[in-house]
């Protein structure tokens, strides 16, 4: 199995709404990752997970929270979000055995998000 | 600033023909990677060029490395309908870490049946 699974496809949300998103694999990779991607744009790097602790943060607001309640699971929690946060919002996982392995990552399929 | 840059930013060609893709990069590195996007989905890893190889083959896929020029191009040849998606190259940040990389702005090719 190497598919990682994003729920939902789809999300609209006010800004004063709380809304999580969620990341599955089950490919036994330790590190887990959130990306950000606006349309037309490649996709920038949020958050990554090794080992189900938090290794980088790359000075995301903190209106994005993310969790990794355990080595199979990811979250994003979602908080007074702003229209600009609209986005595909992207997961990925790797290995943590080795430097290439660990360059490769495997993305889920995303959830768009709308922000009114 | 972004660590890989790509051109052409679009690329328009008929099925059966060869694409070339460039991407250029500013820093050490310790691997090259290239991915695919179709519309709105997530991204697939295409292949993987270490900093001391020079050229990967995987199928219809050729990817070239020049170091001393901080540069790397992927050739689809062959080219099919199905061919048409966005086209990343990633680099990593030349340290041990191995996970914190970055995507270059990406290549839109469009194969025309």
């Known amino acids: 199995d190497t598919e990682v699974t994003q729920t939902p496809k789809h999300l609209v949300m006010g800004m004063t709404n709380k809304k999580s998103l969620k990341c599955e694999q089950h490919m036994g990779h330790r590190a887990m990752y959130w990306y950000k991607q606006k349309a037309k744009k490649p996709p920038e790097l949020m958050f990554v997970y090794s080992y189900e602790k938090l290794s980088i943060n790359e000075s995301v607001p903190s209106r994005f929270s993310p969790e990794c309640p355990n080595s199979s699971l990811l979250n994003l929690h979602l908080h007074a979000l702003q229209p600009e946060d609209s986005a595909l919002y992207l997961c990925a996982s790797s290995q943590e055995e080795d430097l290439v392995a660990k360059n490769i990552q495997y993305f889920g399929a995303g959830t768009r998000l709308s922000v009114l | 600033s972004q660590q890989g840059e790509e051109d052409p930013q679009a690329l328009s060609i008929q099925e059966g023909e060869n694409a070339t893709m460039n991407c250029s990069y500013k820093t050490s590195i310790n691997n090259l990677q290239w991915y695919r996007q179709n519309s709105g989905r997530g991204l697939v890893h295409l292949i993987l060029i270490r900093s001391n190889e020079r050229e990967k083959h995987s199928g219809r896929l050729r990817v070239t490395l020049d170091t001393s020029k901080k540069s790397s191009s992927l050739l689809i040849t062959a080219s099919r309908a199905a061919d048409t998606a966005s086209y990343f190259c990633?680099?990593?940040?030349?340290?041990?870490?191995?996970?914190?990389?970055?995507f270059g702005p990406g290549t839109r090719l469009s194969v025309l049946p």
């Open positions: 990633a680099t990593d940040r030349g340290d041990n870490y191995g996970q914190n990389f970055v």
